[in-house]
């Protein structure tokens, strides 16, 4: 029989499955979203060689100056280019986006999981969600700096509890419907254990749904970063973050309104290019 | 091209009711949906449209009431009463539903809107084509509710749909078909969902209603038992074509065309009541453990928030014995699924005990479960669901083997080659996803799946219903030849019993989770001792037109 052809045939059949599953990104919308997010991951990645100056370096002369050939974006309020200090600031978010996110994505995926594998597990989690999800993420990020003081770690626990509930939440749904699918039970009745239902089956199938989260996730926790930063309640000066340039920018609106513009467009990049992402994937998981 | 049917003498005069002439329906897509269909139905008459799934035959129904999908090119002529539809604006198309065309849909659980009652919904149906009063709409609804004979109309017309059975859904949905008088019914698979005696009752009333208001019907079916009791012309799709069309008797007695006797050659059929039954000789019996042993069974759905809990089966007793092929049949609602799950153990039995190859399934430990496990297998019924999508045919074949962690890497290949070969299927589909196979392959894999480890018990939810009956043909004889060859005992649940009967040698009739006869296939369906039996084996469908059935009956 021709199993030399077949297992020829296998690999290539994978790699069109996989190229349709994320053939949304290479085109249209999600395109674009891509190459906004990538732009400012690039940027922030080469901050330290793209940077003319040090992000907390203080220039004699130039106070909130405007754009100009030395200084891109302009100057802020104690003479820091503020160019430099935006690349720099582009890093916080990355360890947000890129850390944070998935970390509290993949604890909330193992709680949603498991937790209906045991009934009483399974009432105590969701009431456990319950709480955090009551709390608006703000409140939730006061709290969280009052017992922990202002600072990066701050931030990531803040976004890995917000994100948290959600996921939990979204996987034990998935996790529910697919655990009852008719090839789930097929294979639990000819012997199949359940850590090989969750490995083989139950995980795949359920973590698809999740990449449009994921996207989500990711443009609000640059959104909480800002809005912690902003407050007062993030990064502690003199370290850059966006948010934290937003508020020195609003601070010195009337003086140097170009200030909060480099800082701005940032953020809407992250944000609309992560949404943008989130729809492709899922219009092309509708089709 | 004129196609000889039944000529009434009011349809010589006046233009026919619905008249399709050359109908073409593109999609972006390799081929047509539909390449050239010629239909007629004149007043009174019932015109069945038959086919299998992809013949077009939905398709040339939406055509005709303006309800095509986005994408989709319509030419050709449309006309009702001289009238032509396509091309119609929106407005025109508006006014002609209802009063000029009206669709029966095929499920009657999402039919009809959830949270209105029946009465506010027949009431929007009369007052779309004009202002009716309100006391008058609701006097409307009620005649409406007692045409399509609906007990005490006067207080169901205040119910909710879910206050109503599956049966008195469909009679709603009828009631809101005809509530403008419409001239011509479009009926698509109106009694699929339902169980057997409730569709004979639908058909009975929808030949009445045809009398009654002298609409013509078109009924879109594939069950050839339907066409046969019910029609008076028959159109016959494949592809998108009309391959075959005559009046009903000449249809069934002598049909032409090949895929028509295909068609008809491939419905499963009980025996008729003049045919000695044919006594297949009994396994032996108590030679050693049965495969499956159901002792005095209860199955309950625990209670839930505001919902007492629920006795699914009660007091089962019946067994498999080994190489034994047992049909398990009931309408919806009978138990027979929940049955099949307490026999594999995905529910556990509230009393009695279930015994798979001798072990008590309550008391085994989760490693001996596994372990009796081994020797057992579902095929399940939904196609579309039977295989993971992500696993290749090869891998959900060898996972049997995977998880058993029997042989190696070579050797599982070369079994899923065996077992490939076992249910006809081409070596090449190896490598494909479910997405890439059609329904019935889907299922021979699931049965390859469920052979891998050469089980003694198969357990067979609906395997084949979701199936065209041409394919469903084929994958009922590849699972009587395999269990002959390979001799596993079987659990077959179906609610068809013409399918049942095909493939068991034994058969327990459930109702309302209690058994009420059981016995060997040919002895139940052929001299049915229970009266509920009796019923159900009348009220199947025959492939035979409904005077020729009346008069062998009555003989």
Redesign the interface.
């Given at each position: 029989m021709s199993t030399a052809a077949v297992t020829e045939v296998a690999p290539a059949e994978g790699v069109r499955a996989r190229r349709l599953r994320w053939g949304a990104l290479a085109h249209g919308q999600g395109l674009v979203g891509v190459v906004m997010v990538a732009l400012v991951v690039v940027a922030g990645l080469l901050a330290p060689v793209l940077a003319p100056y040090d992000p907390t370096q203080q220039i004699p002369g130039a106070n909130l100056a405007p754009p100009s050939a030395a200084h891109w974006l302009g100057t802020d309020e104690v003479n820091r280019d503020i160019l430099s200090r935006v690349l720099h600031g582009i890093r916080i978010d990355l360890v947000v986006v890129f850390l944070a996110v998935p970390v509290g994505a993949a604890l909330g995926v193992a709680l949603g999981l498991l937790s209906p594998l045991h009934a009483w597990a399974d009432v105590a989690t969701q009431r456990l969600l319950d709480v955090l999800l009551a709390f608006p993420v703000l409140i939730l990020a006061i709290t969280a700096t009052a017992a922990m003081g202002p600072g990066l770690r701050t931030i990531a626990v803040v976004i890995v509890l917000a994100e948290l509930p959600i996921f939990g939440r979204l996987a034990r749904t998935s996790v529910l419907k697919v655990r009852a699918l008719p090839y789930v039970e097929s294979a639990r009745v000819m012997g199949a254990g359940e850590t090989w239902l969750l490995r083989k089956h139950v995980l795949p199938n359920s973590l698809e749904p999740l990449t449009v989260q994921l996207a989500v996730s990711m443009s609000v926790a640059v959104f909480i970063e800002g809005a912690m930063s902003f407050l007062g309640l993030g990064v502690r000066p003199p370290d850059p973050s966006l948010g934290s340039l937003i508020k020195d920018g609003i601070r010195n609106v009337w003086e140097a309104p170009f200030f909060v513009v480099g800082p701005l467009v940032v953020v809407s990049m992250l944000v609309l290019g992560f949404l943008l992402v989130a729809q492709a994937i899922s219009a092309q998981r509708r089709r | 091209m004129t196609v000889p049917h039944l000529h009434r003498a009011d349809q010589t005069a006046a233009p026919p009711l619905l008249r399709v002439r050359d109908l073409r329906i593109d999609f972006a897509h390799p081929r047509p949906a539909v390449e050239g269909i010629d239909v007629t139905v004149g007043r009174g008459e019932i015109v069945a449209l038959v086919g299998e799934s992809g013949s077009g035959k939905s398709m040339t129904a939406r055509a005709v009431i303006g309800l095509l999908p986005r994408g989709a090119v319509a030419t050709g002529s449309i006309e009702l009463e001289g009238r032509e539809v396509l091309g119609a604006s929106e407005e025109d198309l508006r006014r002609l539903r209802g009063a000029g065309v009206a669709m029966v849909f095929q499920e009657p659980q999402t039919a009809p809107n959830p949270v209105r009652t029946v009465g506010w919904q027949l009431r929007e149906a009369l007052r779309a084509h004009g202002a009716v009063s309100r006391a008058e709409a609701r006097e409307r609804a009620v005649a409406l509710l007692r045409q399509v004979e609906i007990p005490d109309p006067e207080t169901r017309v205040d119910h909710y749909p879910h206050q109503l059975s599956g049966g008195q859904k469909q009679r709603v949905v009828l009631a809101l078909a005809l509530a403008n008088e419409p001239s011509l019914l479009l009926a698509d698979e109106p009694t699929t969902a339902l169980d057997v005696t409730v569709q004979a009752e639908i058909l009975a009333l929808l030949g009445r209603l045809r009398d009654e208001t002298g609409a013509g019907v078109l009924l879109i079916t594939h069950n050839m038992g339907v066409v046969a009791r019910l029609a008076q012309r028959v159109v016959v799709l494949r592809e998108g074509r009309v391959v075959e069309e005559a009046p009903v008797r000449r249809l069934f007695a002598e049909p032409e065309h090949p895929y028509t006797r295909q068609l008809l050659g491939a419905v499963p059929r009980l025996p008729s009541g003049s045919e000695p039954p044919t006594l297949a000789p009994p396994p032996e019996a108590g030679a050693s453990a049965a495969a499956l042993r159901l002792d005095d069974v209860r199955v309950v759905y625990p209670a839930r928030r505001g919902q007492a809990a629920f006795t699914a089966v009660d007091g089962v007793t019946f067994e498999v014995r080994r190489g034994e092929v047992v049909g398990l049949v009931g309408e919806s609602g009978s138990g027979k699924t929940t049955l099949g799950r307490a026999a594999?153990?995905?529910l556990p039995a509230a009393a009695g005990t279930v015994h798979v190859g001798g072990a008590d399934l309550a008391t085994l430990s989760?490693r001996a479960?596994?372990?009796?496990?081994?020797g057992?297998?579902?095929?399940?019924?939904?196609p579309a669901?039977?295989?993971?999508?992500?696993f290749?045919v090869?891998r959900?074949i060898a996972?049997?083997l995977d998880?058993?962690r029997v042989g190696d890497a070579a050797s599982r290949?070369a079994r899923v080659?065996e077992l490939l070969d076992a249910v006809r299927l081409d070596?090449?589909l190896?490598?494909?996803?479910p997405h890439q196979l059609s329904g019935g392959q889907r299922q021979r894999v699931?049965l390859a799946?469920?052979l891998a480890?050469d089980p003694t018990l198969l357990?067979a939810d609906e395997p084949t219903s979701a199936l065209d009956v041409s394919i469903q043909a084929e994958v009922l004889e590849l699972f009587t030849r395999l269990q002959r060859e390979l001799g596993f005992a079987c659990l077959f649940v179906s609610h068809d019993l013409a399918v049942v009967h095909q493939v068991s040698d034994r058969v327990v009739v459930l109702r309302e989770g209690l058994v009420v006869e059981q016995g060997p296939a040919e002895r139940v369906f052929g001299a049915p001792e229970h009266d509920y039996t009796r019923r159900l084996v009348a009220a199947v469908p025959e492939p035979v037109p409904a005077e020729e059935a009346q008069a062998r009956r009555v003989s």
């Open positions: - | 594999a153990g995905l989760a479960l596994r372990g009796v496990r081994r057992l297998a579902l095929v399940p019924q939904d669901a039977s295989l993971d999508p992500r290749t090869a959900s996972e049997p998880v058993h290949a080659s070596p090449g190896a490598q494909r996803r699931a799946r469920g480890l357990i």
